[in-house]
């Protein structure tokens, strides 16, 4: 299939930010489904790109979890290390018959004084070991108050707590057709207002004779509602003034079509605006299908339940 031409009256977006040379190496997605920007930095050294706050903040749980153990872990075998190079002598109350003993329960004193829960058994008596474990104690009082900063960085962290469906649809809508995708909060107390939401469209069109990368601003039948307490399914009306009209699926992949979706609300539990991005790629986008409803009534019928493992189920239209 052939590139297609773009049109004067699609509402072109020049400023989301991304490349509209169609030459230049531009691999994959331009935004992974998580929201992050699928992008690696090079030509300036690690320590000057890397924001060890920020990026602790950003960690998956059981990866940020996972730094805090080994920072432990390997703080302390540190000073083990050098405790056992001071030797049996600067301390006291050690029982240790062989050196493995003798490097355990250093370690254990060890932890007792990073942690500054107080000594046990074993206590330094020199004036080397006296010293190290003041600055032992110090560097354990930091770490616990970085350590305390973080957690609570991310329990407070605004959230919008969204989940989007995996696929786009091409759908019936009105006699026609459109393009559709849904979201639900997940979390039962998050409930966003005043949501607002903007559909952007990266393609590769011929300008002229040569094929670029546009960006277009997709008209959504609904770009806002006062308050989302359960889902909400986006449409794309595709009609005449639509950069996907008389497109098919071949014209799809042949244009490198992604959709760019930026999310805004206000959440009440946060008091606070959130935010949350997320994109769908030609692969993504599936034709003739359409989304099975979400909602179902309680057996006493005094109540609304919405189904989130339908999020992402849909039949083929007939």
């Not at 992050?36 to 950003?58: A, C, T």
């Not at 250093?106 to 010293?131: C, H, K, M, Q, W």
């Not at 600055?135 to 329990?155: C, K, M, P, V, W």
Request: hydrophobic share 40%; glycine share 6%.
């Amino acid at each position: 299939m052939s590139i297609k031409k773009s049109k004067n009256f699609w509402k072109q977006n020049n400023d989301t930010g991304f490349s509209t040379n169609a030459t230049e190496s531009l691999a994959g997605r331009f935004i992974n489904k998580d929201g992050s920007y699928n992008l690696v930095k090079e030509g300036m050294p690690f320590w000057k790109r890397i924001s060890l706050f920020h990026d602790m903040l950003h960690l998956k749980r059981w990866k940020f979890i996972t730094v805090i153990l080994l920072f432990f872990v390997l703080i302390n075998l540190a000073f083990t290390c050098v405790y056992y190079i001071i030797g049996v002598t600067g301390f006291q109350g050690i029982k240790a018959n062989n050196n493995w003993q003798l490097f355990k329960e250093l370690y254990y004193f060890s932890t007792e004084t990073f942690t500054t829960v107080g000594y046990g058994r074993v206590n330094p008596v020199s004036d080397l070991a006296n010293i190290l474990s003041g600055i032992e104690s110090l560097a354990g009082l930091s770490s616990l108050a970085i350590a305390t900063g973080l957690i609570y960085g991310r329990f407070s962290m605004p959230r919008s707590y969204l989940i989007f469906s995996e696929h786009a649809l091409i759908s019936p809508f009105k006699d026609a057709t459109a393009l559709m995708f849904r979201f639900a909060a997940f979390k039962d107390m998050h409930a966003l207002t005043d949501l607002e939401i903007r559909v952007n469209v990266g393609m590769k069109v011929l300008d002229g004779e040569a094929a670029s990368y546009k960006y277009f601003a997709l008209d959504l039948e609904r770009n806002k509602v006062e308050s989302m307490p359960m889902s909400w399914t986006v449409v794309h009306p595709i009609n005449e003034s639509s950069p996907f009209y008389g497109f098919t699926e071949d014209d799809m992949k042949t244009a490198d079509v992604e959709l760019y979706v930026m999310l805004r609300g206000f959440d009440d539990v946060f008091s606070n605006y959130v935010q949350q991005r997320t994109s769908y790629t030609y692969n993504e986008i599936l034709f003739n299908r359409k989304f099975v409803p979400m909602y179902r009534e309680s057996e006493t019928g005094t109540t609304t339940i919405l189904e989130l493992h339908k999020l992402n189920i849909h039949n083929s239209v007939n």
